[in-house]
């Protein structure tokens, strides 16, 4: 099933003749993130890389207490029902998985005893199917036995609709079946590339069997435990205040050696990004900070207290304006953006390139992301090294004004160019958001120069990102030429990412805006890519495919990328903390200690 | 009195299911659904989202919705959370200590320095004193608390580092060490809040005297020759204290209601920072819940500042 070359590049690593960093390497040059080339070496017979761990403490506590601050405080501590990272990273605390991700998109191991490759009988060969060997002699934190009931109920749970549990997608069709009391298998329906979703990660951490098995279902909302959680973390929990803070201890039986190393957990909510940075970088009252979103100016004068720094992990995340591939200014059937309506400006792919040109991707990172921005060509971004090289970006205000008048749009009178009567106006929509406005401004100040005319409007979050019927300014209904606002990819694969953009995903008022395909992109070619990368088990072709429908959506102007963001988060000096960029912040908090 | 009292609480039920009846249509009208967050993320079928739509009631009719919401509460029912899955009433008591806390300890600062100051420069208008008080009440009530509020936590936290700058509720430490913890971590907020109430207050309690104390009667009072201070406790103070004792009033709802702005500055788990959270996660339960208490309180409050008239004065009588 693998593709020959592949085939022989996995026998030099497995026999010692590649090492795995070039290996992954080679893959990156296709395009291809660290976590799926890791993924590809287990098909093709070699072990997954273990991530290394650097914990360095040799006894279990001692390390006093551990203050996090997170500036939207969790307000639910059951990962099924997490309706934010905010709730994932909360429950993540005392909920675990059974792997998760470390920096560099390896796998570690947290409740599995090894990770499911071929030679260990884990994986399947074609793709189906994986079993996974579970730790033994760990205990939740009341003293009962971790088996592979627990992992089989959670899947049970999850996937019953009358749970209404968001993590049903990631259950719903597959089947997970117990082999032993310490072993269970995933079957899946199709074969899968990307086999690390289900119970990896901190989004699909487990919960115990034994205190919601009665809670399955409706009366799913009634179980006690969704607010007092009993895992089988690090930190065992103490005290839970939605919204504001949430205590947990250390847990003496934990199945780690010579973890955890604080003694105490705190996290406090509330407040907002620039406040959490400043209690963290300048007074040093709190010892991390997640999802400082804040001016690098600022963060770069905190700094120069001296407590604490800034740190920034690589993830997928891409800041981007969508052009709107219909016409939002007129009506069809009582529906304005309509699949039936084409865009009278956008229709010309003169006027798409144009406006590609003159975001000036290298001001907006100057002036606004700093260092927790990267510029980009492409709409899918992996890690730094990871992304398609067949694009590339420029800004340049003369050639976009040539390739408007080449195209036949004249200034008129009041400078604005025209062509057949239709003038170069546009209306630019975004959420209220500090560097989101001044982008804006950037790129309404370059379009002026060249001649088009921009409305900039923005709409307060909570509205926005609503999936709200009877609102007109929600981002899928797109009553708007162009929006800016980015989609976190939550997962190191880009499948769930790219099957947005298909035909049959367009948001319509028939489907009541669900549909996530909002810039309403029809194109059978990239339909066609999609369909084929899903069925592909060949991960070189099925990378190639990807990289394509990348280049598809960016050739056509369907995106403008506008920058690659970066997480940012502020920690104290001597805090030594994991992050990844693939993952929860708290996904990797067993391996955290303070330095002396 | 107490048929008065009686009479007053019957007629606030209709302005209460009124104000109620706008409350919840005007948030059912509201643009944004608590689900927002679920949109943008791919992991979530947009399936899941109508169910959980469905299983919340949100997609029935604005009048089903609202004699639903009618029925619960006047079983002691004050709703389910949305975003916490738990419900509102325990949300609300979580918060409480906090906000009574703070904005009680700020409105007893406001008034034990508005009272004095205000009826000190009464007694001596355009003195210096009068002079440097009205100034500085001035200032202090042009000063907003987000502007305030910063400006000591740079001061206090981050240059002297003598106050920390995060509020925290579960102080740790007992007895002694405890209560000074606590008194040392409310310091900053309760005195921005205070103090601006102050501000107001001052000048409020400076005119009301100034209205009484060129009244004849109190002209008699010191020509039957009893001294200053007698004078201006008994006599004139007790009457001056009239309208200050609506204003107080109706400023105690909102010792319940809590400082939106300063308890998101300093972080203060209150029922402020409570409402604004789930303003912007659109919590419909939990905002209605908060801004019915209000309402209540409101209308109760008021009755009190009517029956503390008839004490304050009794030619006032209540009928």
């Known amino acids: 099933m693998l593709d020959k070359k592949l085939r022989s590049m996995i026998d030099k690593v497995a026999d010692g003749r590649m090492d795995r960093r070039?290996?992954?390497?080679?893959?990156?040059?296709?395009?291809?993130?660290?976590?799926?080339?890791?993924?590809?070496?287990?098909?093709?017979?070699?072990?997954?890389?273990?991530?290394?761990?650097?914990?360095?403490?040799?006894?279990?506590?001692?390390?006093?207490?551990?203050?996090?601050?997170?500036?939207?405080?969790?307000?639910?501590?059951?990962?099924?029902?997490?309706?934010?990272?905010?709730?994932?990273?909360?429950?993540?605390?005392?909920?675990?998985?059974?792997?998760?991700?470390?920096?560099?998109?390896n796998m570690k191991l947290v409740l599995a005893a090894e990770i499911p490759s071929i030679q260990n009988g884990g994986l399947a060969a074609d793709g189906k199917s994986v079993t996974w060997k579970l730790k033994p002699g760990v205990k939740w934190h009341d003293g009962k036995p971790f088996t592979a009931d627990d992992v089989v109920f959670n899947w049970e749970y999850a996937k019953d609709p009358a749970t209404s549990a968001l993590t049903i997608a990631t259950y719903r069709d597959i089947t997970v079946e117990k082999v032993d009391d310490l072993t269970v298998r995933i079957l899946f329906t199709k074969p899968t590339p990307f086999w690390a979703d289900p119970f990896v990660g901190a989004p699909n951490a487990i919960i115990p069997k034994h205190l919601f098995a009665d809670y399955k279902g409706a009366k799913s909302r009634e179980a006690p435990n969704n607010l007092s959680p009993v895992g089988t973390g690090p930190y065992k929990f103490v005290e839970?205040?939605?919204?504001?803070?949430?205590?947990?201890?250390?847990?003496?039986?934990?199945?780690?050696?010579?973890?955890?190393?604080?003694?105490?957990?705190?996290?406090?909510?509330?407040?907002?990004?620039?406040?959490?940075?400043?209690?963290?970088?300048?007074?040093?009252?709190?010892?991390?900070?997640y999802n400082i979103q804040v001016e690098d100016d600022i963060l770069l004068r905190l700094e120069k207290g001296g407590k604490g720094k800034a740190i920034y992990a690589v993830g997928g995340d891409t800041e981007f304006i969508a052009l709107n591939s219909t016409d939002p200014n007129t009506e069809v059937d009582g529906e304005r953006s309509s699949i039936k309506t084409k865009h009278p400006l956008f229709s010309d792919p003169a006027v798409r390139k144009a406006l590609s040109m003159l975001v000036d991707r290298e001001s907006v990172k100057k002036a606004i992301y700093g260092r927790a921005g990267r510029t980009t060509a492409n709409f899918l971004n992996g890690p730094e090294k990871f992304v398609s090289k067949n694009t590339s970006w420029e800004f340049s205000i003369e050639k976009a004004s040539k390739l408007l008048d080449d195209a036949g749009w004249k200034p008129g009178a009041d400078g604005i160019r025209e062509k057949d009567g239709k003038k170069l106006k546009l209306l630019y929509q975004t959420s209220i958001n500090g560097p989101r406005q001044k982008t804006q401004a950037i790129v309404k100040q370059a379009c002026q120069k060249a001649g088009i005319d921009v409305e900039l409007k923005s709409v307060v979050a909570s509205v926005f990102f609503s999936s709200d019927v009877g609102n007109p300014d929600t981002y899928p209904k797109f009553y708007a030429d162009m929006e800016?606002?980015?989609?976190?990819?939550?997962?190191?694969?880009?499948?769930?990412?790219?099957?947005?953009?298909?035909?049959?995903?367009?948001?319509?008022?028939?489907?009541?805006?669900?549909?996530?395909?909002?810039?309403?992109?029809?194109?059978?070619?990239?339909?066609?890519?999609?369909?084929?990368?899903?069925?592909?088990?060949?991960?070189?072709?099925?990378?190639?495919?990807?990289?394509?429908?990348?280049?598809?959506?960016?050739?056509?102007?369907?995106?403008?990328?506008?920058?690659h963001r970066l997480k940012v988060e502020a920690a104290a000096n001597n805090l030594v903390c994991i992050i990844s960029g693939w993952a929860n912040e708290t996904d990797n908090l067993f391996d955290w200690y303070r330095e002396a | 009195m107490s048929q008065y009292v009686l009479r007053r609480l019957l007629i606030a039920i209709p302005s209460l299911l009124g104000i109620s009846l706008v409350l919840f249509v005007v948030l059912a009208m509201a643009p944004g659904d608590p689900f927002a967050e679920l949109a943008t993320n791919p992991n979530v079928p947009p399936e899941v989202a109508a169910a959980l739509r469905a299983k919340f009631g949100l997609d029935d009719p604005i009048h089903l919705r609202y004699l639903h919401w009618l029925s619960a509460m006047a079983h002691g029912d004050w709703g389910f959370s949305f975003v916490s899955r738990m419900d509102v009433d325990q949300l609300i008591l979580q918060r409480l200590p906090a906000t009574l806390y703070v904005i009680g300890s700020a409105q007893i600062l406001a008034l034990l320095i508005a009272i004095p100051v205000g009826v000190y420069a009464a007694t001596k208008p355009y003195s210096l004193f009068d002079q440097i008080a009205n100034t500085l009440a001035f200032v202090g009530f042009s000063l907003p608390t987000f502007f305030t509020g910063i400006l000591f936590i740079l001061i206090f936290s981050v240059t002297l580092d003598w106050l920390p700058l995060v509020y925290t509720t579960d102080v740790k430490g007992t007895g002694i060490r405890w209560v000074l913890e606590m008194i040392r971590q409310a310091i900053m907020p309760v005195a921005v809040l205070g103090l601006f109430q102050a501000a107001s207050m001052t000048r409020f309690v400076r005119s009301a005297m100034l209205d009484v104390i060129r009244l004849d009667y109190v002209t008699t009072a010191r020509a039957k020759g009893l001294g200053q201070a007698k004078v201006i406790v008994k006599h004139v103070m007790r009457n001056a204290m009239i309208p200050v004792v609506t204003l107080i009033a109706l400023q105690m709802p909102a010792v319940f209601g809590g400082a939106i702005v300063t308890e998101q500055i300093f972080r203060i788990p209150g029922i402020g920072s409570l409402l604004i959270s789930s303003i912007l996660a659109n919590d419909t339960p939990v905002v209605m819940a908060v801004t019915f208490v209000f309402a209540c309180l409101v209308v109760l409050f008021n009755l009190i500042a009517d029956v503390l008239y008839g004490w304050l004065d009794p030619r006032i009588s209540l009928r």
Not at chain 1, 76 to 83: R, Y
Not at chain 1, 488 to 509: E, F, G, L, W
Not at chain 1, 542 to 563: C, E, S
């Open chain 1, 22 to 105: 070039a290996f992954i390497q080679r893959m990156a040059a296709v395009g291809l993130t660290a976590p799926l080339a890791n993924q590809i070496l287990a098909l093709g017979g070699v072990a997954m890389a273990e991530g290394v761990s650097t914990y360095k403490p040799t006894k279990r506590g001692g390390g006093g207490a551990l203050k996090l601050l997170w500036w939207q405080g969790p307000t639910l501590l059951n990962p099924h029902f997490a309706t934010g990272t905010k709730d994932q990273d909360g429950s993540r605390l005392f909920y675990e998985p059974l792997a998760c991700w470390d920096p560099d998109g």
């Open chain 1, 240 to 289: 839970f205040k939605p919204g504001d803070l949430v205590r947990g201890e250390l847990n003496p039986n934990y199945h780690m050696p010579n973890r955890p190393y604080f003694d105490t957990l705190e996290m406090k909510g509330g407040g907002d990004a620039v406040s959490a940075a400043r209690a963290v970088i300048q007074t040093g009252e709190y010892d991390f900070g």
């Open chain 1, 484 to 563: 800016m606002f980015q989609i976190p990819m939550t997962q190191p694969d880009p499948a769930q990412h790219m099957r947005r953009y298909i035909s049959a995903n367009v948001a319509t008022k028939e489907n009541k805006w669900q549909g996530q395909n909002y810039p309403r992109y029809v194109n059978k070619e990239y339909d066609a890519v999609i369909e084929a990368a899903e069925g592909e088990m060949d991960p070189l072709k099925r990378v190639a495919l990807y990289i394509k429908a990348n280049d598809i959506l960016i050739g056509d102007t369907v995106f403008i990328p506008v920058q």
